[in-house]
Structure formats: C-alpha cells, structure tokens
C-alpha cells in the first residue's frame, strides 16, 4: 500500500543534563521504535496516557524536533534527509495546529496579519489579493470580515482554533498534524471544531495526523487508530475495530473508561494496578507487564512486536 506520510522505526531520545564530571548520561525514551503509515484522505488517531510521546512523533515529523533515529516520508520524500532549501518547500504541504489556541497566536497582531503570515513568508501575494485570499480562508472556517480586526484576545477558545486552522490551511496542505486541537475547549464547541475538519476533510481531500488522549473525539474523527503507551504503539487498526474488540490489555482499559450514553449497556470497567513507568527507566519485555492482569514469564524477558491479528489490526502482545 502506498502511504501520503510514512513514518518507519523512529526513535527520539532526550538526554538528560547531569552534573559536569558525570560520565553516565541518562536518556528519556519519548518515542522507541515506532512505525506507521497514513493514506492519503485519511485521518489517523494517535491516542494514550499524558507523556507517552504522542506530541513528540507529531514534532518529529514536522521536523521541529531533531529524531534520533528512524525516516519520516512524505510525498516519498525522506523529511530527515532533505536540505534546507527542499525541506522548505515540502512545509508548504504540511500543516501543524497546536493544542492551546491562546498562546500559538500572538497577541499583538490582528487575525488579518495572523492569517496572512504564511502567505507573504511563502508567496508574491501581496495588498488586495493578500487580503481577498485572508477572507476565502477565514470564510472556510465560518468566519468573516468583521473579525479580520480584532485581536486574539477578542475570541473565544473554539473561535481562536478556527482561526489556528484557517492559518493552517493558509498554504494549501495536504497533510496537517493536529495536536490535541480540542482538549482545551468546552464540549460543545469541540463537537463544531471537530465538525469543522471533518468538512475541510472532505472540501480539501486533507490527510490528518490526529493526537488525543480523548478516546470518544479519536473515535468520531478517525478512520484508523494507533494507540500508545511509554513511547511504542501497542495497537493499532480500524478504528471500528479497536472499539468493538480490542486486543491489547492497555487498550481494553482505555476503552472501558469510556462513557457509554446508552442506560441499559453494561460494562465491565478494566482498573489498572500500579504507575505508569519512568520512560528514563523502561522495564525490560513488555513494557505494559508492571501494570497487566495476564502477565506471563515470557512478558518480563522479551517486548513484543506488532503483529496482524485480523486484516489491518495490529497488537504488540504475547497474548496472540
């Protein structure tokens, strides 16, 4: 199958500062090994605990974060072995919109220069075809002229993301990573956003990289689901299929925790023993056994790999 967006056997270790004579230096694994691919048109949702590296892969990718190891592709394009020059040009396809609207927007400009910032960074475009082009991109996000002078701080927090997205899609991308784009906004308004990049989606046939820890909104969004946990991704699939069965123990978990509208469902709730390990001091095997209730002997010796289960579902677990 070929992929928009390639990502194979990335690994980002950050070293830890000891003191100036020490000679043991000491790492933080936020990403180890991981490995996956998005179609073109298709949206996949990256999910897991707070600090499992979810962020970290999306700033990878966009090259904001130098890798340790690994290759990100993109259009067939290695992102990491690209000069300067190229890589400024694949940008232009790649989008990223950050989780907290209020502080990725500077609060000196007005949204008409927030907007039209990537454009005259990028292209000749300028007077009455910068600001033609600043209202077809605000009128994409269900705003308009009237908001073009106002400051950041005049909006909401579903306002201001619409306005982080309409600078986004300012360059015509193909593929955007979006970073936890609704955690810091009211449900209800959520529900607009997401709604909202559903309908750009489709208008623009984007590709989305979507990071959440909110299983319910991955669920709405996604076509497939890549679950992780302490930097490596544990399951992966359909996402009809992760939420109807999932294989993995961490993810049976996750998805028991879920809220479910229906009275008459009943759930069994899976409760988690234990911390989630230190990424500077991962266990040996499988790095879910400190916290599994089906830990076997085999689990404490070696990590599992990613396998197939069923067509397009994958799970790292001795289980299978």
Do not use: W
């Not at 992760?242 to 069994?268: G, R, T, W």
């Amino acid at each position: 199958m070929s992929y928009l967006v390639e990502v194979n056997h990335l690994k980002k270790y950050f070293p830890l500062k000891k003191g100036v004579f020490s000679r043991h230096k000491d790492f933080v694994c936020a990403v180890d090994n991981v490995s996956f691919g998005i179609s073109k048109g298709e949206t996949l949702g990256l999910v897991g605990e707070s600090g499992c590296g979810k962020t970290t892969i999306g700033r990878t990718i966009m090259k904001l974060i130098e890798p340790t190891s690994g290759n990100a592709f993109f259009d067939s394009n290695n992102l990491f072995l690209l000069n300067p020059k190229k890589l400024r040009e694949i940008r232009k396809k790649i989008a990223l919109v950050f989780q907290d609207p209020y502080s990725s927007l500077n609060p000196r400009m007005q949204v008409r220069d927030i907007i039209a910032e990537p454009l005259t960074t990028h292209t000749d475009i300028k007077n009455s075809q910068l600001r033609d082009k600043v209202l077809e991109l605000l009128s994409y996000v269900g705003m308009g002229k009237e908001h073009m002078m106002r400051y950041p701080h005049q909006f909401s927090g579903g306002q201001l993301q619409r306005i982080s997205v309409a600078r986004a899609l300012a360059l015509n991308p193909s593929f955007m990573v979006l970073d936890e784009p609704t955690s810091a906004l009211d449900v209800s308004v959520q529900a607009q956003v997401l709604n909202l990049l559903a309908d750009l989606q489709e208008t623009f046939n984007l590709t989305y990289l979507f990071i959440s820890h909110n299983l319910s909104v991955v669920e709405h969004i996604s076509h497939r689901v890549a679950i992780m946990y302490l930097g490596r991704i544990v399951e992966m699939g359909p996402t009809k299929n992760i939420f109807a069965n999932p294989l993995h123990p961490y993810a049976k978990a996750l998805l028991s925790a879920v809220p479910n509208p229906d009275p008459d469902h009943q759930q069994e709730e899976v409760i988690l023993t234990g911390d989630v390990p230190s990424p500077v001091n991962i266990p040996e095997g499988c790095r879910f056994h400190t916290r599994c209730n089906y830990k076997m002997p085999i689990c404490q010796r070696i990590e599992p790999d990613l396998k197939e289960k069923e067509p397009g579902h994958e799970v790292a677990c001795h289980l299978y």
